[in-house]
Nanobody, 120 residues
Framework: QVQLVESGGGLVQAGGSLRLSCAAS????????MGWYRQAPGKQRELVAA???????NYADSVKGRFTISRDNAKNTVYLQMNSLKPEDTAVYYC??????????????WGQGTQVTVSS
């Protein structure tokens, strides 16, 4: 089993920055894609940013140029650097990752979520 522990959320003023971290632990043969999603009250969960095992990234249009996703494979950790935060970025942020087992099976895991609140 794989466990994900998120950290770094909090309250920040508009224009400020936060850095989210998500560390995976457990039996991990190989990490595949990793990503961050968010869910605001009354809205569906949406993809914020993703990064492949090779380091290719993609971002939601709403965060392009402000957020940066990165990963440290040695630490099984994915990060989300969030700059120029806006009130509309307020949401619970969830990390997500896919692992590949020794038998080539793919498993998907979610973090517990961390609250990000941006005040105007």
């Amino acid at each position: 089993q794989v466990q994900l522990v998120e950290s770094g959320g909090g309250l920040v003023q508009a224009g400020g920055s936060l850095r989210l971290s998500c560390a995976a632990s457990g039996i991990i043969f190989r990490l595949n894609a990793m990503g961050w999603y968010r869910q605001a009250p009354g809205k569906q969960r949406e993809l914020v940013a993703a990064i492949t095992s090779g380091g290719s990234t993609n971002y939601a249009d709403s965060v392009k140029g402000r957020f940066t996703i990165s990963r440290d494979n040695a630490k099984n950790t994915v990060y989300l650097q969030m700059n120029s935060l806006k009130p509309e970025d307020t949401a619970v942020y969830y990390c997500n990752l896919e692992t590949i087992t020794w038998s080539a099976a793919r498993n998907n895991y979610w973090g517990q979520g961390t609250q990000v609140t941006v005040s105007s």
